[in-house]
C-alpha cells in the first residue's frame, strides 16, 4: 500500500522562513490586455519592476479587478516589493504596451492549496 505523505499548507509557517526558490521573468504587456503569470508553488515574496520610462505598469490578484479598479499602479522606471502569497499575479499597461520583469520566491505549497482572491468568494476588494 503506497503512503501518501503530506504536504505543507498555505498556513504552514516554516515554508515562508526558508530561503525561496526564485522565480523571474520579463515581458511586455499587450497595448490593449492583461498577462496573466502563474506561479508553479505559492510565493512568499513578489518584487514587479516597472522597465518602461512613461508608461505606469498595473498589477492586479484578480483576473476581473481591471474592471473594479482593485488594482495598484507601479510608477514608470520603479518597483514594488510584496510580501504576499500568491498563485496568480495580473499585469497590464495603464497607456499602451509597458515592459516590466517580476522575480518571486516560492516556497514548497502547490498553488491549489491557496483559495482564489475574487470578490465571489467573499475576499471584498479583490475584483
Do not use: C
Not at 526558490?21 to 499587450?30: D, Q
Not at 499585469?91 to 517580476?102: E, F
Amino acid at each position: 500500500m503506497p503512503l501518501k505523505f503530506p504536504s505543507p499548507g498555505p498556513n504552514y509557517v516554516p515554508e515562508y522562513q526558508m530561503a525561496a526558490v526564485p522565480w523571474a521573468t520579463s515581458s511586455i504587456t499587450p497595448a490593449a490586455g492583461v498577462n496573466r503569470h502563474d506561479f508553479y508553488r505559492l510565493t512568499s515574496w513578489v518584487t514587479v519592476v516597472n522597465n518602461h520610462n512613461a508608461n505606469d505598469l498595473q498589477v492586479a490578484f484578480a483576473e476581473r479587478g481591471y474592471i473594479s479598479s482593485n488594482f495598484f499602479e507601479v510608477p514608470p522606471d520603479s518597483s514594488v516589493n510584496l510580501f504576499l502569497r500568491l498563485k496568480t499575479i495580473y499585469i497590464s499597461g495603464s497607456t499602451g504596451a509597458t515592459d516590466y520583469s517580476i522575480v518571486a520566491g516560492t516556497t514548497g505549497i502547490l498553488p491549489n492549496m491557496q483559495l482564489a482572491y475574487t470578490g465571489s468568494a467573499g475576499y471584498e476588494g479583490v475584483g
